[in-house]
C-alpha cells in the first residue's frame, strides 16, 4: 500500500490560491481504475465500476492516507465492495426521511426540531451512509431555492426551536453560502440552537479554518456533531481541527455508527470514546446501522450495541458513554436501548444490577 498524503496532479490545475482542503478533495480517487492503481491487491474493476455508477467513491488523499490494510476498518468504510449491489435487504429510505417531508430536504419528526439538507456532498462517500440514495449524486444537489423553502418553513413553524443543518456534509459548502443560511436561520426569533452535523473533521480536517471558525462563532448558541468511528481516524490534523471548533466556544458532540468489523468491539469503542474525550468530543450517540439498502454487511446483532454500553457504564467516565440508539425504520425515529439494570420489581423492592454485575436492593416509594 503506497501511503498517499500530499496532493497529486490534479491539483496542479486548480488555482494556486485555492486552500488545502480544495486540493485534497480535488484529488480524491473517485473511479475503479485510479483504485486500482492505488492498490496492489488485485480487485475486481469491472464489478467495482458498477458498484461506483449506482453509489459514487471519492476517497481524498488525506482520509486515504489512513488506511493500513486491504480491509481494515478504514478501507471497510471508504472503499467500494460488490456487495453494495447483490444485497437485496433493507429500503433506499429506510427512516422514511422523504415521506417525513412537508418540504424536499426538510424533516419534521419530532415537535421541537427540524432536519434540513445544505448539501449532498461529503468530503468522503461512507459506503454505509443512510443516505447512500442521494449523497455525491450531481443530479440530486440542493438548490438554494430548496433551502430557501426549508427556511421558510421554519419561520412559519413556531414550535421548532433546534435547527439541525446536515447533509450529505454542511462544510463542503463555502464559508459564504454556509453563513448566508446561518444567517437566515438566526434571524427567526423561535430558533434557539442551531446544530450543524458533518464528518469533515474526521474525514477533511484541513476543511476547518481560522476563517471558517471565525464565521462559526457569530452564530452561538451553535453546537456541532461529528462523525468518528474508529480510534485510527483520530489522528494530529482531526485532533486540530475538533480543538479549532471547540476554542471558537462551539460544544462538540459525536455520532458513531455501529459497523461490523469495524467498531462492533468493546475495545475499538473504549478507545475512540477516550480519544474522542482527548480532543474535546463528548461521544453523544452509537447509532444502530440503518437498514439501507446496499449496507447489510455492516449490519450488527443488537446484542453487540448492548455489549458495549455495558462495557463503558460504570467502567469509564460517565462523560465517555454514549447513548445506544436505533433510529426505527418506518420513521418512528429514535429509540435508546440500554442493558437491563432492574433485575426485578416486587412491590416496593427493586432488585437491580451494577456495573460489576453485583445485585443490589432499593427500597421504592409508593407513587
Ligand atoms: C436525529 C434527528 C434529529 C435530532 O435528534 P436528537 O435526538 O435531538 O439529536 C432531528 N430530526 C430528525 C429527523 C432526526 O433524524
Ligand atoms: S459523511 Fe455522512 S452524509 Fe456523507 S457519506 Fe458519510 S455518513 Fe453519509
Redesign the pocket.
Known sequence: MQSVSEPTQQSSDLKESSPLWKKLLGSSITDAEALSKFCSYPLNVEELKKVIKKYPMSVNPYYLSLIEDVNDPIWKQCIPDVKELSEQNGVEDPLHEEVDSPVPGLTHRYPDRVLLLVSNQ?????RF???KRK?GDPFKRITKEQIMRGIEYIREHTEVRDVLLS???PFLLSDSYLEWILKEVRKISHVEVIRIGT?VPC?LPQRVTPELCSMLKKYHPLYINV?FNHPAEVTDASKMACEMLADVGIPLGNQSVLLKGVNDDPKVMKELVHKLLMMRVKPYYIYQADLVRGTNHFRTPVKTGIEIIRALRGHTSGMAVPHYIIDTPGGGGKIPLLPNYIVSKEKNKLTLTNYECRLFEYPDIDE
Do not use: K, L, N, S
Not at 461529503?122 to 461512507?126: E, I, K, L, S
Open positions: 461529503c468530503g468522503m462517500y461512507c451512509c443512510t443516505r449523497v447533509g450529505g456534509d464528518r474525514t462523525h
